[in-house]
């Protein structure tokens, strides 16, 4: 090939990347090269020919000089640059100049200092996200003049993550109730601000419109609404329950526990629709422990409106829901656990000088019954009065302790049979009488206590019509008299005589059990010290209803 040496202008380069940045600048027609050089010229022919390769790539490369210069890029950069030439333009000004977030905050000049690659991230003015990987192009003398700058669009992936911090934070906002709020709110109050948080950020953060939230009912397996909005007043009371069929894709949810992404509601059997015109729904469990406690949905009016992302987002907001729930009802539970335990601590202070009281009641009026009617009235009086402070104290616990606010565990198993029941404890030792109190008031018995056989008949004496003792649980030895003797002497007042008997370690020398079994004493109404509360509950369900069984009409 013959060369006109006037009309070609040669120009001569050091390196296959000079090759590349003349070729797409400066608009030569060919390349020659050396014959030292051979090995080098199959390496330009295959960049020549993957330059079309590289303009079809989804990511952005660069060709940089030492001044952070572009020498060449692909079409792709070149349409994130927003100009179809962009050779000669400094690399963040062809970007808008974009912040630089790191975690490398000159990418650029380190990689030519260090001769290896940096990374850094950028966020562009339109809120973009590029992910920026430059990699030295070594010469021969070991100094690197260019780089190759490869971007990557991460915006998808930021905003993302943007939003699965942003769930977080209002996860852990849901619930977050200052220490004057928690002390001035009631329950239904709290629960208010709860639900009124959840819709906020589901509106806002999710931009989810039609969307209901059900609580699990473990006992009747009902899926009671907490949050309805944007359904169909019929939708919003229909009745669920957690089953997989025959209610709808919640009943499904809450059954399973496993997430339903429903695309177009006319094709899935499982579908009920929440609102006139739903395409599509979404519903996930709240799950507390691996426990399915709730479900929360949301429906859309177009087919296929949500996506494998607000799966994500759904099921991470429905964790947070979950443990907000929980705390509210800790938080519940322990202001009911410490009401209960004040009323506990009342009644445990009041039980032992109330007794007192009514031990030197009965003990007085027994000195002037059939001599001065006018000082017995005046003591029966007394007497009511006292037993009317013991029932105030009870009924006033019961509001601060209401039911449906203590968890289970919190209060004890219901035994509707004692709740209202009179009982008199007869013993000498005060632990003793001061444990029938605290095992038996807590299921709703009214305790009264006596130190001796003759102040127990004194307090079976001063019982008024229908007021009389559903249960008298007596020591085996008293200080003046037996049990068996004591058996005897309440005979003459109470037609059955629901008496049991108690003693230490099953020591009885007087036989006293024994003998009172003869005169009446049921087989079973046998205690022994310290209480076992199982039983000691049983023995007095036991004698009360044998007592109702006999008594006389």
Not at 87 to 107: K, Q, T, V
Not at 192 to 199: A, G, P, Q, T
Not at 370 to 382: A, D, F, Y
Request: aromatic share 6%; with cysteine.
């Amino acid at each position: 090939m013959a060369w006109d040496s006037d009309a070609v202008e040669f120009h001569r380069v050091a390196s296959v990347a000079e090759v590349m940045r003349a070729l797409a600048q400066d608009g030569y027609s060919a390349v020659m090269v050396g014959s030292t050089h051979l090995r080098d010229a199959a390496k330009i022919g295959q960049l020549i020919q993957n330059e079309q390769v590289l303009d079809d790539l989804p990511d952005g490369v660069v060709l940089l000089d030492s001044e952070n210069l572009i020498r060449w890029t692909n079409r792709r950069f070149a349409e994130w640059a927003g100009r179809s030439d962009v050779r000669g333009l400094g690399f963040y000004a062809s970007l808008g100049s974009p912040e630089i977030l790191g975690p490398d905050f000159c990418p650029f000049h380190t990689a030519m200092a260090t001769g290896t690659p940096s990374v850094s991230t950028l966020r562009a003015g339109d809120n973009r996200y590029f992910q920026v990987h430059a990699a030295p192009v070594l010469e021969p003398s070991g100094t690197p003049r260019f780089l190759i700058v490869s971007i990557r669009d991460i915006t998808a992936e930021v905003v993302q993550q943007q939003k699965l911090a942003a769930i977080h934070k209002a996860g852990m906002e849901l619930a977050d109730l200052k220490p004057e709020e928690i002390f001035h709110m009631g329950v239904e109050e709290r629960v208010e601000i709860l639900k009124s948080n959840i819709l906020h950020y589901t509106q806002d953060l999710l931009h989810f419109d039609v969307v209901e939230i059900r609580l699990l009912d473990p006992e009747s397996g009902a899926l009671v609404p907490l949050l309805a909005v944007g359904l169909d007043p019929e939708s919003r009371d229909r009745r669920l329950f957690a089953r997989s069929q025959g209610n709808g894709v919640t009943g499904f949810v809450a059954a399973t526990g496993k997430s339903y992404l429903c695309e177009d509601t006319r094709e899935d059997p499982l579908f009920i629709e929440g609102f006139k015109g739903a395409r599509s729904s979404l519903t996930v469990p709240l799950m507390l422990h691996d426990q399915v406690i709730g479900t929360f949905n949301v429906e859309s009016p177009e087919t296929r409106a949500f996506t494998e992302s607000d799966l994500q987002f759904l099921e991470m907001f429905s964790r947070d829901i979950a443990v907000a729930l929980n705390t509210l009802e800790l938080l519940v539970a322990q202001q009911a656990n410490a009401a209960l335990r004040s009323v506990e601590a009342i009644h445990s202070a009041v039980a032992r000088p109330m007794d007192e009281i009514l031990n030197d009641v009965v003990n007085v009026m027994e000195r002037y019954i059939g001599h001065e009617p006018e000082v017995v009235e005046r003591l029966q009086r007394i007497l009511r009065n006292a037993r009317d402070i013991k029932q105030v104290i009870h009924k006033v616990g019961q509001k601060m302790t209401p039911t449906k606010a203590v968890p289970p565990g919190v209060t004890p198993s219901l035994r509707p049979t004692l709740r209202g029941s009179r009982v008199l404890v007869v013993d000498a030792d005060e632990s003793v009488r001061n444990d029938a109190h605290a095992l038996l008031e807590r299921y709703g018995c009214i305790v009264e206590t006596a130190h001796t056989g003759g102040e127990a008949i004194f307090m079976v004496r001063s019982c008024g019509p229908g007021e009389t003792y559903d249960a008298i649980i007596s020591d085996i030895r008293l200080p003046d008299t037996s049990g068996h003797e004591l058996l005897t002497k309440l005979k003459a007042t109470l037609d059955p005589v629901p008496l049991i008997l108690m003693t230490g370690f099953g020591w009885d020398p007087g036989h006293s059990i024994v003998k009172a079994r003869l005169a009446g004493l049921l087989p079973k109404a046998v205690l022994y010290k310290p209480f076992r509360l199982e039983q000691l509950l049983e023995t007095v369900e036991m004698v009360m209803e044998h007592a109702k069984r006999v008594a006389p009409a």
